[in-house]
Nanobody
Framework: QVQLVESGGGLVQAGGSLRLSCAAS????????MGWFRQAPGKEREFVAS????????VYSDSAKGRFTISRDNARNTLYLRMNSLKPEDTAVYYC????????????????WGQGTQVTVSS
């Protein structure tokens, strides 16, 4: 089992940047495919990005591609999401998630979730 705690959210102006972190408990962090999702008010939770066990494979949603970068530090049990050129439509609660399988863009492919961190982008 792994516990996930996100941090780094906040209020930022359009065009600004934020870096989200997700600290994982336990010594098996490197065995999980990790992902970031987000959920805006009134909308379903949607995939943002995922990264394989040692970071060799990274997948991004169309909205994240070219602006966001997912990375992980297995020595620190930490997942990151660097977000640049933020837009008001990026406003959402951002969640990190761990998959004991192959991961993917769907929420059911992940086994563990953090509590989320709010990102608000003002215009």
């Amino acid at each position: 089992q792994v516990q996930l705690v996100e941090s780094g959210g906040g209020l930022v102006q359009a065009g600004g940047s934020l870096r989200l972190s997700c600290a994982a408990s336990g010594r098996t962090f490197s065995t999980y495919v990790m992902g970031w999702f987000r959920q805006a008010p009134g909308k379903e939770r949607e995939f943002v990005a995922s990264i394989s066990w040692i970071g060799g494979d990274r997948v991004y949603s169309d909205s994240a591609k070219g602006r966001f970068t997912i990375s992980r530090d297995n020595a620190r049990n930490t997942l990151y999401l660097r977000m640049n050129s933020l837009k008001p439509e990026d406003t959402a609660v951002y969640y990190c998630a761990a998959s004991g399988g192959l991961g993917g863009p769907r929420t059911y492919e992940y086994d563990y979730w953090g509590q989320g961190t709010q990102v608000t982008v003002s215009s």
